[in-house]
């Protein structure tokens, strides 16, 4: 029989919640030393609930649970303040952070480094530094993933030439191309090593790396169109 379980004062923030039975939620949460978990809020979609306001994606809160098994009981949830909400792109670029997280991290697998990027990205994009904000919490999580990019040297242990054109190859890493253009997944040197400095102050660099980072999380999620995505992209053409 798995043994009761009880965690108090736990940073979190809410990823994705859910109706269950008439007056509750589950809560998928990412928590700092426990990683991502659900929670079952009981009562939460009651009008008088005091959990009803405090649920609230990209804000920092204080969760206290218990019980056993693969979901939790909610017990305290108190909000902790300091992200301003986020609007417009901002609001969309949150919800793509969260889809990566439910597709890509483990249940109840501990990341306190990837937990504190995000918070840092959840402020960073609401300042308005969405793009770069969004490629350096990318390359954060598939490192902690155990799919870091090897960005400064290329395939063969050579260093990135900055004037040189590379394809970069999954599991293998940047090869040097003899010209450019001569792969669907071509970069410039200049991209791998702006990257890897998590410098983004060029146009190009900025593209490369989008494009870049796009097909390798569509690798990693087994090719799923992600939802905030396609909505965004829908909402441009119209």
Known sequence: MNQRHKVDGQPAFVLHAYPYSETSLIVDV??????????????????????????????PL???????????????????????LLT??????????NELLMHLLPREDAHTRLFSVYADTLRRIADGAQES?????????????????????????????????????????PVRLSSPGSST????????IDLAREDFSDPRTLAEAKQLMRTLIGHY???????SRRIFRELQEL
């Open 185 to 192: 997944l071509a970069v410039s040197g200049r991209t791998l």
């Open 30 to 59: 990412f928590s700092r030393d426990h990683g991502r978990l659900a929670l079952l809020a009981r009562g939460a979609r009651r009008p008088r609930s005091v959990m009803r306001g405090v649920l609230l994606a990209f804000q």
């Open 62 to 84: 204080e969760l206290g649970w218990a019980g056993r098994g693969e979901v939790h009981t909610l017990m305290k949830a108190e909000w902790q303040g300091g992200q301003p």
């Open 133 to 173: 904000a969004l490629r350096c919490f990318e390359r954060a999580l598939l490192q902690e993933l155990g799919y870091g990019l090897t960005l400064e040297s290329d395939a063969t242990g050579t260093a990135v030439d900055a004037d040189a054109h590379y394809a970069y190859e999954i599991e293998r890493g």
């Open 221 to 227: 999620t087994g090719g799923k169109t992600l939802a």
């Open 88 to 97: 417009g792109k901002s609001l969309f670029c949150g919800y793509y952070l």
